[in-house]
């Protein structure tokens, strides 16, 4: 019995592992000598082969992961096509079947008879952008589609809106509805009748001048924003403006306490800024053309 744990422990310290007592074993001493037991068994780990110039460029060119597209962003796109039938639906479907939501939309005739001009803003991805222009570009009636997201441009958009002039209590009557919302019940008809009794009646001077202070203060919106009225008669007037999108909004939220009756934009209409060219750039090239030999008129060596 002795010489059996003489045995076993003469054993275990040729595998330079420590020995302890079974009734309390630690767990780094297990660990460690399991780990100690396959390397014998299986040998001894294989050396890891150091990464070469090679290796670590194919990491970075393939390994490294491709960049996250950002939110979507507005484009406008600006389409020469050839004007014929089908041409606006045949591009729109092109663009339906990408899942581009169409903000604005433009088209009319050119300087150039048979040529009409197309402006479209939506919201989208890069890639997918240059995806569907280079699709649009492989039409048969389109000439060219040009990318006006990152040039200097003039946009201006067109818009009429008739606002009421005699308050907001009134522009529930002035609607072009009122006249098909008849559907109110007859006892709330005796209540809404016994309240407009029960109530003060304005005087028509009043009312007058109440008319003529919406008006007035519309005419010097409107100059503000460099716009004109173009209408007025006596419950509303029509004020045409031409600004940039943001600018129109802008008139909008400001005319909405007056109440709006109706409104028609006709969507954005884009052309590319001209540069500038400095005077003395110009002529300092001009000058070093001049002092360009010809070699052509030199002697042969």
Known sequence: MFRTAFT??????????????????????ALSFKKHLRQRRFGPPPAVRKPTVEDAVSNILYNTPTPMDGPPTRHILNCLVQNEPGVLSRLSGILAARGFNIE??????????????????????DTQI????????????????????????????????????????????????????????????????????SQKTLNPSDTLRETFSH???????????????????????????????????????????????EASRTGVMAMPRAPVHDHSDLQAADDDDDDAVDLTMLPPG
């Open 104 to 125: 604005s939309l433009v088209v009319a005739n050119t300087e150039v008879p048979d040529l009409s001009r197309m402006t479209m803003v939506f919201n989208g991805r």
């Open 8 to 29: 076993g422990g003469t054993r275990m310290a040729r595998l330079g592992v420590r020995y302890q007592s079974t009734e309390s074993p630690s767990a780094t001493s």
């Open 130 to 197: 240059e995806q569907a222009r280079r699709q649009l570009e492989d039409m048969v009636p389109v000439w060219a589609v040009l990318d006006y997201t990152t040039t200097k441009l003039v946009e201006r958009e067109l818009l009429l809106v008739k606002v009421s002039i005699l308050g907001p209590e009134h522009l529930h009557e002035q609607m072009p509805t009122a006249k098909f919302d008849q559907s109110v019940d007859f006892a709330d008809e005796n209540i809404a009748h016994a309240s407009s009794s």
């Open 215 to 261: 008006l007035r203060a519309l005419t010097e919106l409107t100059r503000l924003f460099d716009g004109k009225v173009v209408d007025v008669s006596s419950d509303s007037v029509v004020v045409e403006l031409s600004a940039k999108p943001g600018r129109i909004d802008s008139f909008i939220k400001l005319c909405k306490p007056f109440g709006i009756l």
